[in-house]
Protein backbone atom coordinates (compact mmCIF):
# COMPACT_ATOMS: atom_id res chain seq x y z
CA UNK A 1 0.00 0.00 0.00
CA UNK A 2 2.61 2.48 0.86
CA UNK A 3 4.78 1.32 -2.38
CA UNK A 4 1.86 1.95 -4.54
CA UNK A 5 1.65 5.82 -3.15
CA UNK A 6 5.44 6.26 -3.36
CA UNK A 7 5.42 4.87 -7.04
CA UNK A 8 2.04 7.06 -7.77
CA UNK A 9 3.75 10.39 -6.86
CA UNK A 10 6.87 9.38 -8.77
CA UNK A 11 4.31 9.01 -11.67
CA UNK A 12 3.14 12.41 -11.15
CA UNK A 13 6.53 13.31 -10.50
CA UNK A 14 7.99 12.51 -13.65
CA UNK A 15 4.52 13.12 -16.32
CA UNK A 16 3.46 16.75 -14.06
CA UNK A 17 0.82 18.00 -16.40
CA UNK A 18 1.25 15.97 -19.48
CA UNK A 19 0.04 12.68 -18.08
CA UNK A 20 1.56 10.38 -20.30
CA UNK A 21 1.34 7.88 -17.67
CA UNK A 22 -1.94 7.80 -17.25
CA UNK A 23 -2.31 3.80 -17.47
CA UNK A 24 0.24 3.61 -15.15
CA UNK A 25 -1.49 5.98 -12.32
CA UNK A 26 -4.13 3.88 -12.83
CA UNK A 27 -2.75 0.27 -12.74
CA UNK A 28 -1.01 1.60 -9.53
CA UNK A 29 -4.31 3.55 -7.73
CA UNK A 30 -6.12 0.22 -8.35
CA UNK A 31 -2.67 -1.57 -6.89
CA UNK A 32 -3.58 0.62 -3.82
CA UNK A 33 -7.27 -0.17 -3.49
CA UNK A 34 -6.63 -3.63 -3.71
CA UNK A 35 -3.65 -3.24 -0.73
CA UNK A 36 -5.88 -1.49 1.31
CA UNK A 37 -8.63 -3.89 1.04
CA UNK A 38 -6.50 -6.68 2.34
CA UNK A 39 -4.21 -5.00 5.11
CA UNK A 40 -5.09 -2.07 6.62
CA UNK A 41 -9.05 -1.78 5.65
CA UNK A 42 -9.80 -4.60 8.12
CA UNK A 43 -7.34 -3.97 10.61
CA UNK A 44 -9.97 -0.67 12.33
CA UNK A 45 -13.07 -3.48 12.49
CA UNK A 46 -10.71 -6.09 13.95
CA UNK A 47 -9.80 -3.54 16.50
CA UNK A 48 -12.78 -2.02 17.24
CA UNK A 49 -14.61 -5.83 17.78
CA UNK A 50 -11.70 -6.87 20.07
CA UNK A 51 -10.12 -4.24 22.37
CA UNK A 52 -13.64 -3.12 24.17
CA UNK A 53 -14.81 -4.75 27.46
CA UNK A 54 -18.24 -6.06 26.62
CA UNK A 55 -20.26 -3.58 28.84
CA UNK A 56 -18.91 -0.30 26.92
CA UNK A 57 -18.46 -2.29 23.45
CA UNK A 58 -21.21 -1.07 21.57
CA UNK A 59 -21.33 2.42 22.51
CA UNK A 60 -17.35 2.68 21.93
CA UNK A 61 -17.74 0.94 18.69
CA UNK A 62 -20.13 3.52 17.55
CA UNK A 63 -17.94 6.11 19.22
CA UNK A 64 -14.37 4.60 16.90
CA UNK A 65 -16.86 4.50 13.75
CA UNK A 66 -17.65 7.98 13.74
CA UNK A 67 -14.21 8.90 14.30
CA UNK A 68 -13.26 6.29 11.80
CA UNK A 69 -15.78 8.03 8.99
CA UNK A 70 -15.09 11.31 10.20
CA UNK A 71 -11.11 10.86 9.11
CA UNK A 72 -12.49 9.95 5.74
CA UNK A 73 -14.27 12.47 5.04
CA UNK A 74 -11.28 15.30 6.52
CA UNK A 75 -8.74 13.03 3.81
CA UNK A 76 -12.00 13.66 0.69
CA UNK A 77 -12.26 17.12 1.85
CA UNK A 78 -8.48 18.00 1.61
CA UNK A 79 -7.24 16.14 -1.00
CA UNK A 80 -7.86 18.85 -3.96
CA UNK A 81 -6.42 21.69 -1.77
CA UNK A 82 -3.27 19.35 -0.81
CA UNK A 83 -2.96 18.72 -4.63
CA UNK A 84 -3.50 22.37 -4.94
CA UNK A 85 -0.85 23.52 -2.69
CA UNK A 86 2.30 20.89 -2.89
CA UNK A 87 0.82 19.15 -6.07
CA UNK A 88 -0.12 15.39 -7.19
CA UNK A 89 3.28 13.92 -6.25
CA UNK A 90 3.89 15.18 -3.16
CA UNK A 91 0.31 14.77 -2.04
CA UNK A 92 0.51 11.38 -2.61
CA UNK A 93 4.04 10.77 -1.02
CA UNK A 94 2.24 12.15 2.26
CA UNK A 95 -0.41 10.09 1.89
CA UNK A 96 2.51 7.35 1.78
CA UNK A 97 4.38 8.28 4.53
CA UNK A 98 1.12 8.25 6.30
CA UNK A 99 0.43 5.05 5.32
CA UNK A 100 4.03 4.25 6.88
CA UNK A 101 3.14 5.47 10.02
CA UNK A 102 0.15 3.50 10.03
CA UNK A 103 1.91 0.55 9.48
CA UNK A 104 4.58 0.82 11.95
CA UNK A 105 1.99 1.61 14.70
CA UNK A 106 -0.32 -1.50 13.60
CA UNK A 107 3.10 -3.44 13.61
CA UNK A 108 4.64 -2.74 16.54
CA UNK A 109 1.59 -1.22 18.85
CA UNK A 110 -1.36 -3.47 18.41
CA UNK A 111 -1.18 -6.75 20.43
CA UNK A 112 -1.04 -10.07 18.26
CA UNK A 113 -2.45 -13.04 18.76
CA UNK A 114 -0.86 -15.39 16.73
CA UNK A 115 -3.37 -17.64 15.33
CA UNK A 116 -5.24 -17.64 18.96
CA UNK A 117 -8.90 -17.27 18.98
CA UNK A 118 -10.23 -15.28 21.58
CA UNK A 119 -12.94 -17.62 24.02
CA UNK A 120 -16.08 -15.35 22.65
CA UNK A 121 -15.29 -16.07 19.05
CA UNK A 122 -14.81 -20.00 19.81
CA UNK A 123 -17.93 -20.19 22.10
CA UNK A 124 -19.70 -18.34 19.05
CA UNK A 125 -18.47 -20.96 16.63
CA UNK A 126 -19.21 -23.35 18.97
CA UNK A 127 -22.99 -22.08 19.38
CA UNK A 128 -23.35 -22.24 15.98
CA UNK A 129 -22.46 -25.81 15.27
CA UNK A 130 -23.34 -27.05 18.06
CA UNK A 131 -26.58 -28.68 16.49
CA UNK A 132 -24.07 -30.57 14.28
CA UNK A 133 -22.66 -32.00 17.04
CA UNK A 134 -18.96 -30.46 16.17
CA UNK A 135 -16.52 -29.65 18.23
CA UNK A 136 -15.06 -26.01 17.76
CA UNK A 137 -11.86 -24.69 19.78
CA UNK A 138 -12.35 -27.35 22.19
CA UNK A 139 -15.83 -26.46 22.83
CA UNK A 140 -18.79 -28.80 22.48
CA UNK A 141 -22.51 -28.52 21.85
CA UNK A 142 -22.67 -30.51 25.47
CA UNK A 143 -20.87 -27.52 27.21
CA UNK A 144 -22.81 -24.45 26.29
CA UNK A 145 -26.53 -24.18 26.99
CA UNK A 146 -27.44 -23.88 23.52
CA UNK A 147 -30.23 -21.47 22.97
CA UNK A 148 -29.62 -19.24 25.94
CA UNK A 149 -27.59 -16.19 25.56
CA UNK A 150 -25.33 -16.58 28.23
CA UNK A 151 -27.55 -16.08 31.15
Do not use: C
Amino acid sequence: MTISLGVLGYIFHLSGDRGGLANLAVITLMVYVASFAISLGPVFWLLISEIYPTKVRGLAAGIASGANWTSKFVVSLTFLTLVQQLGSSWTFWLYGLLSLSAWFFSYYLVRRRKGALSKRSRISGARSSAWLGQSVGGITGSDLHVGSRGE
